[in-house]
């Protein structure tokens, strides 16, 4: 819409393009309202929207992805986590424990965790082991212990839903739902967590690529859940070296293409300890907007991912590093 348009003309295209059949998103939070319409192309382009008052321009979106594209919306999308915004210039630090083991453990990472100024607590409580003997995680239990620590340090928290049967209980007790990279594309999965009441975090799935990270996220946001956040954890290839091969490039190009936050996964592209610094920070210096990082009291005695986890007593330490280089790049962590 042009800039001097009436909320009156506003509501007249949108009304047009009801009774057209096309589903409706007004932004109108910039200098222009911006007014998508998502429907059959047909319909939807023989509409002549580009004769009707207040329209400055008709502009086709050529992706297949729509709500999540920057063409829909310019402006970075902010994401505010039990009050920490995470996007638009808010780098945000999330960190805690692989896995929700006991409340002890728990409350030791998040208590380094919030000391070192991260803004949530991550913890898994359904875990998807590659084996079936492996710990599987504490399940319930683990919720319980996750939202209580989260409470007493003052963290919001997020856990990894894997099975739409437990949604119930994790919208219950975490601030954020997390898809893990095994459910990228369990599209049934992501339309039960876009009609969820809570933000969503999606890792990239190990095999694919950018633009079905963003397909995902369509899954997500057409259910009406605009608060997605993705995440990039390393991508499967030939090499072995690393446990995953973190996708710099995938930083800028889906900053490019999407206005959701971007966050990285430096823990789980690495695989082991000495390789997540380094790691995180090409992620800062790429744009990553932020970094979800698994931190432990005692990772040699870890259920899960102890080669990678670093050492809590260690993590005030590292968050350091990462601001100091954060502020190089002219941006300023999330509180
Ligand atoms: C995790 O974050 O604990 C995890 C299992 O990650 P991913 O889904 O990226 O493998
Ligand atoms: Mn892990």
Known sequence: MRASATPAEVA???TLIEEAGAGVHVDAGGEFTVIGAIGDRAIVAGLPLEAVAGVEKVVPLRKEYKRVSREFRSRDTIVTVGGSPIGGGNFAMLAGPCSIE????????????????????????YKPRTSPYAFQGLGLEGLRILRAVGDEVGLPVT?????????????EHVDMIWIGARNMQNFNLLSEVGRAPRPV????GMSATVEELL???????????????????GIRTFERSTRFTLDVGAIPVLKAETHLPIIVDPSHAAGKRSLVMPLAMAAVAAGADGLIVETHPTPEHALSDAAQQIPSAEFGAFVADIERLLAVTGRTPSR
């Open 102 to 125: 006991s409340y002890e453990q728990t409350l030791a990472s998040a208590q380094a965790v919030k000391a070192a100024g991260g803004v949530v607590l991550r913890g898994g409580a």
């Open 159 to 171: 856990t990894e839903l894997m099975d739409a049967r437990d949604l119930e209980d994790v919208v």
């Open 201 to 204: 975090m999606l890792k990239r």
């Open 12 to 14: 007249h295209v949108v």
């Open 215 to 233: 397909m995902a996220a369509e899954y997500v946001a057409k259910e009406g859940n605009d608060d997605i956040i993705l995440c990039e954890r």
